[in-house]
C-alpha cells in the first residue's frame, strides 16, 4: 500500500521555524515529484512547494519564497520542508503529495498529484 506520512508539526511562535517530513511507505520516491500543499480553515487546498524526482528543479509559491526551502533525500525515501520566519498566515494543515513524474520538474498543482498524506498541523501563534 502506497503510504506517506508526514511529521514535524507543532506549535511555533512568529518568526521561528520548524521542518516537516514526508516520508514513503510501500513505494520508492525515486520515480515521484513531491509536492507540499496546505490547507488552512475554511480555505482551499494551495500549493506551497514541489521538488522534482531528482531534486535538481524545485517550484516556490510567492507567499513562501525566500522563507521556505524543500529538498529530498531518495537514500531516505523522505522529503522535508525548512520553513522559517513563520508568519501567524502559514498556518494550516501542511499535506505532502507523490506525483509519478519521470520529467525533470514539478506541477505545483492539487490535480497533479495522486498519493496524499494525512496531514501535519502547523500552527503560528505567539
Do not use: H
Request: proline fraction near 2%.
Amino acid at each position: 500500500q502506497l503510504q506517506l506520512v508526514e511529521s514535524g508539526g507543532g506549535l511555533v511562535q512568529p518568526g521561528g521555524s520548524l521542518r516537516l517530513s514526508c516520508a514513503a511507505s510501500g513505494f520508492t520516491l525515486n520515480y515521484y515529484a513531491i509536492g507540499w500543499f496546505r490547507q488552512a480553515p475554511g480555505k482551499e487546498r494551495e500549493g506551497v512547494s514541489c521538488i522534482s524526482r531528482s531534486g535538481g528543479s524545485t517550484t516556490y509559491a510567492d507567499s513562501v519564497k525566500g522563507r521556505f526551502t524543500i529538498s529530498r533525500d531518495n537514500a531516505k525515501n523522505t522529503v522535508y520542508l525548512q520553513m522559517n520566519s513563520l508568519k501567524p498566515e502559514d498556518t494550516a494543515v501542511y499535506y505532502c503529495a507523490a506525483d509519478w513524474n519521470l520529467s525533470g520538474k514539478c506541477v505545483l498543482s492539487v490535480s497533479a498529484f495522486e498519493v496524499w498524506g494525512q496531514g501535519a498541523l502547523v500552527s503560528v501563534s505567539s
